[in-house]
C-alpha cells in the first residue's frame, strides 16, 4: 500500500516559487501516471500536472509555463516547482496518481499566495 505525503507548502508574495515534494511510502515505479491536484475554497479539486513513468507531462492552462512537474523514481518522490506564483494559484496541493485513487489521498500542503 502506497502512502503519499506532501510538504513545501507557505505563505508566499505574488511573483513568488514554492517547491513542493510528495514522497511515497513505497515504490512509485509501478504507477504509470503521478499528478499533482490543488483544491481551493468552495471549489472542486482539479488537476494541475501530471507525469509519465517516461517524463510525458501535461499541465492544465492555467499554470502552464509556471509551474514544473517531476519525479525521482529512486527516491519515490514527485515534486512541483511553482514560479510566478499568483493569488488564484492559493489551495491545498495534493499529489495522486493521475487518474487519482480514492486511497493515496494524503493530507495535502497549503499554498498560500498574497497580493
Known amino acids: 500500500q502506497v502512502q503519499l505525503v506532501e510538504s513545501g507548502g507557505g505563505l508566499v508574495q505574488t511573483g513568488g516559487s514554492l517547491r513542493l515534494s510528495c514522497v511515497a511510502s513505497?515504490?512509485?515505479?509501478?504507477?504509470?501516471?503521478l499528478g499533482w491536484y490543488r483544491q481551493a475554497p468552495g471549489k472542486q479539486r482539479e488537476l494541475v500536472a501530471s507525469i509519465t513513468n517516461i517524463g510525458y507531462t501535461k499541465y492544465a492552462d492555467s499554470v502552464k509555463g509556471r509551474f514544473t512537474i517531476s519525479r525521482d523514481n529512486v527516491k519515490n518522490t514527485v515534486y512541483l516547482q511553482m514560479n510566478s506564483l499568483k493569488p488564484e494559484d492559493t489551495a491545498v496541493y495534493y499529489c495522486?496518481?493521475?487518474?487519482?485513487?480514492?486511497?493515496?489521498w494524503g493530507q495535502g500542503t497549503q499554498v498560500t499566495v498574497s497580493s
Open positions: 495522486n496518481s493521475a487518474p487519482g485513487r480514492q486511497d493515496y
Open positions: 513505497g515504490s512509485i515505479f509501478s504507477i504509470n501516471a
